[in-house]
């Protein structure tokens, strides 16, 4: 069969055809099983994370009203009357707050030496594999082991000390300073990962410009390392505040915010109180309280601050407009 | 600032955390020390009830010198290691497939829905997934599926109500399987193409495709989500505390079904429901006992992962 | 403040004009060292295009430059014809109405600049088009008599096998690699033993064999480039296909590996067609019987290698051939 060159422009082209994908009439039979087997686990992905968002929707949105968000927690034997769950809400503020002021510092600084110093090199390795421990340690070690710290009386500057000296332990700064070793992990891995992704010749441009190490990197490096870091604090905020078994140990469990001293706003940090998660766990059945419907409310919205922060490291993770380095 | 000076403050920053982690496992294995040295291996083994036990540990008399220690923790370990490995064999399979499905055969529409709430779902809280196993599967579990026969059949030994093993399982399935979801799905996707196109160009069907070329290459990334996973199950204390039945109890496989209806509580349970005790010396210690032994799980976790990446680096996988 | 003054100018001296090699007549090819069919250096076609340079416009540089096969012994028999093919992705055409034999006894050269639609065409010979959820086609291709597009599409791409542009072996071992086909294909497992010698034959006719013979469990990540591709060729040919499909196979390679891989392809001429795409016209014109000429989708021109280089009856062909464009 001879071939023959394209028809002169003007004669109307075929209209093309798709292709219809591939049956599965010809797969063996261990395939077609594997098949049904993915779509089986997809059906019930599906069903239980669409039924659990929504089962948790329509549950808070029974329950949350607007007082709830306002008013302070009361202990009452009368459900009507144990108030709101403002007092929580600042508890988790607070600590959220103390733990990553904590862990940025900490973690940018480590992340830091161990991208562009990292000498001697037995050290690097001890201290990126101390860090891996600690991502692996369960926070309820964490969490005795800060009990058992800061019951030490060379820290009973940082809580509540009893009559008799024992030294209580328990407050928004022990908490705080557990919580940021939870961060901690989260903040160094974005920001190595960050750092690790500037290619090198930025840096040999820096030095060949005359710029000091230590000026590279406050001035060229970490600003660029910016939304990699900005995404692991956000990351840490988010296991921080959805953590409950630090706050349970670590936080006094009272109800209400209470200081300790007189300093206004230190008071308020070496005192005890409660967050959104213990307040959820006391309102369960597991816990004192009795009142599920005050449990779902606070969850609801425990979960829309977990949404918020998840968008907003979506955000942040996809500002990748930003100009790159080429290459 | 000089380099050097920056640089010797940055090392003494990353050491603290080095200090820290290593003064952690020094404090808890010093304070954890008596509760082994007095109970030896048998601290392992069964024998009593391991409730009873902490409350005589509890109750042990002022005097230093007649302190109680006896502890037979079989109860706590193999209710830890039951709920893990259950939840983790369950949640890698289910996950393994979940990925495959949004990666290669779900609809697009489905896909875009899908994805973000499947993240979302690994970052929820615990304590919303242990209130929702509290107040939605014990009652039902308690009320609809366990019958008066089965609670006679083990009333001489341990309580049915809801809250058991089948309940902790399920929710702790449900609580790490988003993670590796996500993780094997991101790690399928990063799979070359050129692998996967020149193996459809050789006549080899999607399925095969996938399996063989696809979740090959992603199986490093596969054992890290495992560890995560398995991490996060054991040290999951609240949920469990709120689900699992909090009765130091080995649920005995050989009941048949009630099996899945006995209630345990596992090690990091145990700790926080006996949190307030700390300040008892000898209770203190038996507790620390417990976190060591979690302590070194999860180091033992580290290094098994590690170890089972090793062979795959030989064909090139990257690891 | 003095006022900044530009860098003094260098000037670069250069003594004499550098010395140009009178270029031969065209129609003389240069002598060749011996008479062997298999021209052993690489830089004959390029002292062939430097005369073509001088040459006249419209005879082709290349006809002079010694070629690596004799003259064909006739046409095979068609195994694959193109009828009216167009491919289109999201409504733009790289394809249009495409019409074309494809031979097995012959190599087959698909040749044009870049974005001409060559590489499309080549994927629409085994429907790997339809991995692109934006790829439409119309027009018909046809198998051995069977329309390809009523073909289960696994069954058309056993007999119709692809060798990409970068080589592109599996994470396992040599073995492994070969034989991955002949395991993933068939209803039944075939057991290793079985495997042993359609792997050998496949090594053998890729010319791989006397290099991964005594470790066939070699990492094949860590064979060379070139011995990566031959892999890759070993791999199409395992499961005996009739048709084999090359994307620019040595693009990716140093001289010494294309010239094996060029041997190669010729020497499998015989038993599957061969049909490839290249933009390097020195190695079309060495290896080729048959050359499609295809310019923005269109194919401008098809016809035996020595027309097609030598006397092409489109103005754009000789264009593209002589180097105006490319």
Redesign the interface.
């Given at each position: 069969?001879?071939?023959?060159?394209?028809?002169l422009p003007g004669?109307a082209?075929?209209?093309?055809?798709?292709?219809a994908?591939?049956?599965?009439?010809?797969?063996?039979r261990r395939?077609?099983i594997?098949?049904a087997?993915?779509?089986?686990?997809?059906i019930?992905?599906?069903l239980?994370?669409?039924g659990?968002?929504a089962?948790?929707a329509v549950r808070g949105v029974q329950y949350l009203k607007l007082d709830l968000l306002t008013t302070r927690p009361l202990s009452d034997l009368d459900q009507s009357k144990t108030g709101g769950f403002l007092d929580p809400i600042i508890g988790t503020v607070i600590l959220t707050v103390v733990g990553t002021l904590l862990a940025l510092?900490?973690g940018v600084?480590?992340a830091?030496?161990?991208t562009e110093?990292a000498?001697p090199s037995w050290?690097a390795r001890?201290?990126e594999s101390?860090?891996?421990?600690?991502a692996?340690?369960?926070?309820?070690?964490?969490?005795?082991?800060g009990?058992?710290?800061f019951s030490e009386s060379v820290f009973s500057f940082l809580s509540f000390t009893a009559q008799g000296g024992a030294v209580f332990g328990r407050s928004f700064f022990t908490a705080g300073a557990m919580m940021s070793?939870i961060a901690?992990p989260l903040v160094f891995g974005s920001t190595r990962e960050a750092l690790q992704s500037i290619p090198g010749h930025v840096r040999e441009a820096s030095y060949a410009l005359g710029k000091?190490?230590?000026a590279t990197?406050r001035r060229v490096l970490l600003p660029t390392a910016r939304p990699g870091i900005a995404t692991g604090t956000a990351l840490g905020m988010?296991r921080i505040?959805?953590?409950?078994?630090i706050v349970?140990?670590l936080l006094g469990a009272t109800l209400q915010l209470q200081s300790a001293g007189d300093t206004p706003g230190l008071s308020t940090l070496k005192g005890t109180g409660s967050t959104l998660?213990s307040y959820?766990?006391n309102n369960?059945?597991?816990g004192e309280g009795n009142a599920?419907e005050k449990?779902?409310a606070a969850?609801f919205v425990?979960?829309l601050i977990?949404?918020a922060?998840?968008f907003a490291i979506?955000l942040l993770s996809n500002k990748r407009k930003a100009p790159t380095w080429s290459g | 600032?000089?380099?050097r000076r920056?640089?010797l403050?940055?090392?003494a920053?990353?050491?603290?955390?080095?200090l820290?982690?290593?003064g952690?496992v020094i404090?808890?294995f010093t304070?954890a020390w008596p509760s082994f040295a007095n109970n030896g291996l048998k601290w392992f083994g069964p024998g009593g009830n391991v409730d009873d036990q902490l409350i005589d540990i509890f109750n042990s008399p002022a005097n230093p010198a007649n302190y109680v220690y006896k502890l037979r923790a079989y109860p706590l370990i193999y209710g830890t290691a039951i709920t893990t490995i259950g939840a983790v064999v369950i949640g890698l399979t289910?996950a393994l497939?979940?990925a495959?499905?949004?990666v290669?055969?779900?609809p697009p529409r489905?896909r875009a829905v899908?994805e973000?709430?499947?993240?979302?779902?690994a970052?929820?809280?615990?304590?919303?997934y242990?209130?929702?196993g509290?107040?939605?599967l014990v009652p039902f579990i308690g009320n609809d599926l366990i019958t008066a026969e089965q609670k006679k059949s083990v009333a001489f030994v341990v309580q049915l109500s809801g809250s058991s093993l089948l309940v902790a399982v399920v929710i702790l399935t449900?609580m790490i399987t988003?993670i590796m979801?996500a993780i094997i799905v991101d790690a399928l996707r990063s799979v070359p193409r050129s692998w996967t196109e020149g193996a459809s160009a050789l006549g080899v069907?999607?399925?095969?495709v996938i399996?063989t070329i696809s979740v090959r290459a992603a199986r490093p990334a596969i054992i890290a989500a495992a560890v995560l996973a398995t991490?996060r199950a054991?040290?999951?204390?609240?949920m469990l505390?709120?689900v699992s039945g909090s009765v130091g109890f080995a649920p005995n496989p050989l009941d048949g079904l009630t099996f899945l209806f006995e209630p345990t509580r596992p090690l990091?349970a145990t700790?926080?429901d006996n949190?307030e005790g700390?300040s008892v010396k000898p209770f203190g210690q038996t507790?620390?006992a417990f976190?060591a032994v979690?302590?070194v799980s999860?180091?033992l976790?580290?290094l098994s992962g590690w170890a089972a990446k090793q062979p795959l680096k030989r064909y090139g996988v990257r690891a | 403040m003095e006022r900044l003054t530009p860098p003094p100018i260098r000037r670069i001296v250069v003594d004499d004009d550098p010395t140009v090699v009178a270029a031969p007549p065209p129609g003389q090819a240069p002598a060749p060292a011996n008479g062997t069919v298999v021209a052993g250096s690489p830089l004959a076609p390029a002292g062939g295009a430097a005369a073509g340079a001088t040459g006249t416009p419209g005879a082709s540089s290349f006809v002079s430059a010694p070629r690596r096969r004799p003259a064909t012994e006739g046409l095979g028999t068609?195994r694959m014809?193109l009828e009216?093919l167009?491919?289109?992705y999201s409504g733009k055409?790289a394809v249009?109405?495409?019409?074309?034999?494809v031979r097995q006894g012959e190599v087959l050269a698909l040749i044009g600049p870049s974005g001409c639609g060559k590489t499309t065409l080549l994927r629409s010979l085994n429907?790997l088009t339809?991995l692109t959820p934006t790829a439409?086609?119309?027009?018909r291709i046809v198998l051995d008599g069977e329309d390809t597009?009523l073909l289960?599409?696994?069954?058309l791409r056993r007999r119709v096998s692809m060798v990409f542009q970068q080589p592109n072996p599996f994470p396992m071992s040599v073995f492994d690699n070969v034989a991955y086909a002949l395991r993933e294909q068939g209803?039944k497992r075939p057991g290793k033993a079985a495997l042993n010698e359609p792997v050998a034959e496949a090594l053998r006719r890729a010319g791989l064999w006397d290099e991964v013979a005594e470790d066939l469990d070699h990492a094949a990540l860590r064979l060379s480039g070139g011995q990566q591709q031959r892999l890759c060729i070993a791999r199409a040919l395992a499961a005996g296909p009739e048709v084999l499909l090359l994307d620019e196979p040595c693009s990716a390679l140093d001289p010494r590996s294309t010239q094996i891989i060029e041997d190669l392809i010729v020497g499998l001429r015989k038993d599957v067609a061969v049909v490839i795409v290249t933009h390097n016209l020195q190695q079309a014109y060495r290896i080729a019987d048959y050359v499609?000429f295809m310019y923005l989708g269109?194919?401008?021109?098809?016809g035996p290698a020595e027309e097609v280089f030598g006397n092409p009856r489109?103005e754009r062909t000789r264009e593209y051939v002589s180097g105006a464009f490319g």
């Open positions: 069969m001879e071939a023959h060159t394209t028809p004669a082209a075929p209209a093309p055809r798709t292709r994908v591939e049956s599965t009439a010809t797969w063996r395939d077609r594997g098949l087997l993915c779509w089986a686990a997809g019930l992905l599906c239980i994370a669409f659990l968002v089962y948790m510092p900490l600084a480590t830091v030496w161990i110093y000498r050290l001890a201290v101390g860090v891996e421990m600690v692996g340690t369960p926070s309820i070690v964490l969490a005795i082991f009990l058992l710290l070793l901690l000091t190490k230590a990197i988010g505040a959805g953590d409950t078994a349970v140990i998660t959820v766990y369960s059945p597991a599920p449990a779902y969850a425990l979960l977990v949404i922060l998840n979506d | 600032m000089t380099d920056v640089e403050l940055l090392g920053l990353a050491s603290v955390v080095l820290l982690i290593v952690m404090f808890v304070k289910f497939l979940s495959i499905f949004i290669e055969f779900a489905l899908l973000p709430v499947v993240r979302l779902l970052a929820v809280p615990s304590v919303i242990g209130l929702i509290i107040l939605v449900v988003p979801i069907n999607r399925w095969r399996w991490a054991l040290g999951e204390a609240i505390s709120m990091a700790i926080v949190a700390l507790i620390y976190a979690l302590l999860s180091l976790l580290s | 068609e014809h009216e167009t491919v289109a055409e249009k109405r495409v019409t074309l034999p429907r339809e439409t086609q119309g027009g597009g289960e599409v696994t069954q209803t499609g269109d194919l401008v021109e098809y489109e």
